[in-house]
């Protein structure tokens, strides 16, 4: 241990000994980078502000140890107690919370509880500016036992990208991008982005002035990789942020067995910590053909565990069907909602629901019809409510997604039949009436008209080889009268 950080401990070492350990007072500078010992008990005052507890997990006071750190240039500071020394024997549970502003004055600036799920020690990253003191506290949530923490400040010229948000204004053609601006007020920013999978530095770069921007021309249900840069000037870049993630809309019909990455792709989950969720994998237990999703029960409290869908772009008046296998042998109480998001808050609207569902043996359920109010990105899910019970496992899986639209008069559409759906070179329209087809507009989610056919048949095959991919409108009129369906081109 160098000399600098022994004084630390010595000092801490004393300190805690005589007196209650606070910000204003008792903050102890970290001057260099390297290790830290916190005292062998974490017993100062405690400031809230980035976690909202008032006691700890056996609700006794919090305790709280500070440093601080101010920085003379503009750079990366890494924090991390997960080493090696307090997982053995110790098996340490830390918190770590970032502040600027004053002693009187905090501001959550950056925090971290868990590395990850299984790791139960903190690790955060974060970018400072020259002059600026940031106010670093540990405390003792579960467990006021000392242990030793990383100190790394890196300076940095242009400083990277460190938050990304969730993508805005889905369709499947187009999204909006946005981030956090960096603190460097770079003049621009570069985005790379391309099929998922892509190698950084093959895909396609766009810049902008601010901290958004908007991507078009995407192909429906795709999902890409992207990644974001700052630039300072025309030759000094920050680092790339890591990869992110951008989930096309998809269009119905739509299917996922959950079997493959690809059919998996876009569906997310969330819970309340009550039953476990995830995909099952023996395949003797699934409907077809390998994989399949599973609710638990647990026993400490009731359920409301969720499995989303990816993003749905559908048209106002669209008619949506979705069926779906499940086998339970306990009673259960699941859910089809939709909303807006892929959060339980956003998922306003119940589609169907059994709150005593029981299949021995797979069976499919058939969802009453719901239509879509207006044009836009919904999200499906399945919601599993169960009350507190001894172990047990709802299976589901196979899930499909159909939809018809609804005709000019109201009425659904049956009269026509647009095939293969979704196509890719050639598609066909039939007139079920012994009426000819007279014209057809194809119609993109922008409103404007793409293409436009006049057959004279009852049923005539057009090319859709120059159309890009995404969803369309076919407006289909005979002397009968016009109706309208979907078509999606991949």
Known sequence: MKKTLLYLVLFLGCFTANAQFDCATDAVPIIENGLVSTPNTIDGIYAAGCFSDTVDSNGDPLYGIWYTFTPNANGEVTITSNLPQNVIPNSTDTRLSVFTGSCSNLICYKSNDDTSNTVYLSTLT???????????????YFDNSGFDFNFTYTPVSCLKVYTVNAPTNLTDTTATLHWEASLSNPSQYEIEYGVAGFTPGTGTVVSSGTNSVILAGLEAGTIYDYYIRSGCDDTNFSAWTPVNKLIMAKGCPYYSGFDTDEQFAGW?????????????????????????WIFNTGTTGDMDNWLFTPPLFLQA?????????????????????????????????VVWSNSNLINNTYTQVSAPVWTAPQSGVYYFAFNDKTAAAATATLRLDTVNFSSTMLATNGHALTNAVVYPNPTHEVFTVLSQSSVAIENIEIIDLNGRIVKVFTPSEQQQQFSASDLAKGIYILKISSREGKTTCKMVKD
């Open 126 to 140: 974060f970018p400072v500016l020259s002059g600026v003191t940031y106010f670093i506290q540990w405390d003792s």
């Open 268 to 292: 997310t989950s969330s819970g309340n910590g009550n039953g476990a969720y995830g995909l099952g994998t023996l395949s003797s237990q699934s409907q077809s053909p390998t994989k399949f």
């Open 317 to 349: 008046g669209e008619a949506v069907t979705v069926s779906f296998w499940t086998r339970c042998l306990t009673s259960r109480n699941l859910r089809l909602t939709v909303g807006s998001d892929n959060t339980a808050a956003a998922q306003n609207t």
